[in-house]
């Protein structure tokens, strides 16, 4: 079975009957990131779209980056791009740069030129943006439109020789100034750039536009369904006009559908680099980031990315998703396979004076109370322990059914504990608090004598393993698209919380980056690999347990 079917949405539809009516043998699609930055969760669906339906279809999928702009892509983009696609779980059938199809393009648009639809301006960039008029007023020509075919063809290729300097030619479709579609107002197809690119070296002085290299590129691979977000809708006529005209063998046809866009989420890799370059994140892969590395690195799994995007189904409705929806397929796949332990975030020392010094038992704790075939586990138990600051009051408010003077409760897994007195340092702050158990009341043994309202966990500080645990808050206090200007002023101070505690020694022996496990009414964690060690381990808090998130679903 397909891991990665996709939910029926409309693009799939489009694929059935254009497969039932004999359009399409076979179907090809293709992914093609620019490599000039990392991908994000808004590229994942986009990502199990594209390999969705190509494997769903027993079609091909291309992993293309389009890399048409030297100066913004670097390798290490590209690295980080395949590497982030394959630990989604997916496997592209052929791999491509746009860049290899610079002679053809180049060739195309001398197609453009000699068929009198397309010419070399010398206009500014300002004088072309005047030139093009608004939504309710015609362009105007250039003054260079007129030029012959031979003057055009002649000064396109003393452009690609390196004659003039940046900026100071472009080649342009010769369409109409007056269309109602802006993008058909003679639109920029090459501009001249004196730049190193990452693929093809100094060969290149010239490169292609995007809405010029776009269609080229999926006409050349034979792709049958390209698939774009929204924003794209606007350029189709112009895509198929580029395909028709520069005289392309294969017909690609382009499909969009409506973005991720999720609350408390920056959705930009130009934002996530900035908040990169600015030293705001520890790199691409912070925790906090929404990249498909910095979700790997806090935790999340590619089960859990991939069961969201299909939940979140593909429309050409725009909406905000719920980042907590996220969070949610997170637990579901988490919640059955992980081990529970017991840890403190914020140890406060429990002493038990009548269990006799240096004794220590071993008591039996199951692994996960959702999964009994995960069995049990050996905790050992003894007069000194950390539990939660918060599990204990020195002046209870209401209802609060935890540790206080003269109140009993629950040890998981272990005995009934009595809190009898309070230990503070000179300044007033509580540092160790004194308990007394009752043996009577060891977990499992039946013991019926009478009820606490609370059980709390604890760790045996004889058997503690010091551990730094990180908590993360949204990055982004409000990310509203529209207002980027003031984006870096929205950034959440508090959004990484440091916290020392401990965890149970025994099951940390041994754990490696990523390794993830549930701490006891707290949340789940994964093992950082930047700063992790044996000594003391760095542990991310991927989500919290609890939410009060529900999803409806699909049945
Ligand atoms: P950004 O604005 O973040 O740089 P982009 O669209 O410019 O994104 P590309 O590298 O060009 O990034 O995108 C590769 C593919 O991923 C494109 O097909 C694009 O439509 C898709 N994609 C990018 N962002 C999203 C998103 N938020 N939701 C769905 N698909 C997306
Ligand atoms: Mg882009």
Redesign the pocket.
């Known amino acids: 079975m397909s891991i990665t079917t996709t939910a029926p949405n409309f693009i799939k539809n489009i694929i059935i009957d254009d497969l039932k009516s004999g359009k399409h043998k076979s179907i090809i699609t293709r992914?093609?990131?620019?490599?000039?930055?990392y991908?994000?969760?808004?590229?994942?669906?986009?990502?199990c779209?594209?390999f969705g339906l190509a494997e769903e279809f027993d079609g091909k999928v291309n992993m293309r980056f389009?890399d048409t702009n030297p100066l913004k892509e670097d390798v290490e983009y590209v690295e980080s791009i395949k590497n982030d696609v394959q630990w989604l779980g997916f496997k592209w059938d052929d791999l491509f740069f746009a860049s290899d199809y610079f002679d053809e393009m180049y060739r195309r648009a001398k197609i453009l030129i000699k068929k009198g639809l397309a010419f070399v301006d010398d206009s500014t960039q300002e004088e072309i943006r005047a030139q093009r008029g608004t939504l309710t007023e015609p362009g105007t020509n250039s003054p260079y439109r007129d030029r012959t075919v031979e003057e055009n063809l002649d000064l396109f290729e003393r452009m690609k020789d390196g004659e003039f300097p940046d900026g100071s030619k472009v080649l342009r479709a010769k369409i109409d100034m007056s269309s109602p579609n802006i993008h058909f107002r003679d639109p920029v197809i090459y501009r001249i750039s004196h730049n190193e690119h990452h693929n093809t070296g100094n060969k290149w002085c010239i490169y292609p536009m995007y809405s010029f290299a776009h269609p080229l590129e999926d006409a050349i691979e034979g792709i049958t369904h390209s698939?774009?977000?929204l924003?794209?809708e606007d350029q189709r006529p112009l895509y198929d006009w580029f395909v028709e005209n520069t005289e392309m063998e294969n017909t690609p046809r382009q499909y969009e559908?409506?973005?991720?866009?999720m609350t408390n989420t920056v959705?930009?890799?130009?934002?996530?680099k900035l908040l990169v370059d600015e030293n705001i994140v520890d790199g691409w892969d912070d925790p906090r980031m929404p990249t498909i590395s910095g979700l790997r690195r806090r935790g999340f799994t590619p089960e859990s990315i991939r069961t969201f995007c299909q939940e979140i189904g593909v429309s050409k409705a725009a909406s905000v998703v719920d980042s907590q929806m996220l969070d949610f397929f997170l637990r579901e796949d988490l919640l059955p396979k992980t081990q529970t332990l017991m840890g403190v975030l914020n140890p406060l020392k429990l002493v038990i004076t009548n269990y006799p010094e240096g004794k220590s038992e071993k008591l039996t704790i199951e692994n996960n109370p959702k999964n009994e075939s995960m069995g049990s586990r050996e905790v050992t138990f003894s007069r000194e322990l950390y539990i939660e600051r918060e599990d204990f009051m020195e002046v209870p408010v209401k209802k609060y059914f935890r540790l206080f003077p003269g109140n009993e409760v629950r040890l998981k897994g272990a005995y009934f504990v009595k809190c009898n007195e309070v230990i503070k340092d000179e300044d007033g702050n509580v540092i160790e608090i004194h308990c007394t158990y009752d043996p009577e009341t060891k977990s499992g043994s039946g013991f019926t004598g009478r009820k606490v309202k609370s059980t709390i966990h604890w760790v045996d500080a004889n058997n503690a393993l010091p551990c730094e645990f990180r908590l993360f808050e949204p990055l982004i206090l409000d990310d509203d698209e529209d207002d980027s200007a003031h984006f870096l002023d929205k950034i959440n101070p508090n959004s990484l919380i440091i916290k020392e505690g401990f965890v149970e020694k025994e099951p940390m022996k041994n754990i490696k980056a990523f390794d993830k496990f549930q701490l006891v009414r707290n949340g789940f964690y994964s093992v950082d690999n930047k700063y992790s060690t044996e000594e003391k381990p760095v542990l991310n808090r991927i989500v919290p347990l609890k939410s009060s998130f529900k999803i409806k679903k699909q049945g």
């Open positions: 992914f093609p990131p620019e490599p000039n930055g991908l994000h969760i808004g590229h994942a669906k986009s990502i779209l594209n389009d698939i774009c977000t924003e794209f559908f409506a973005r991720l866009n959705m930009s890799k130009r934002k996530l």
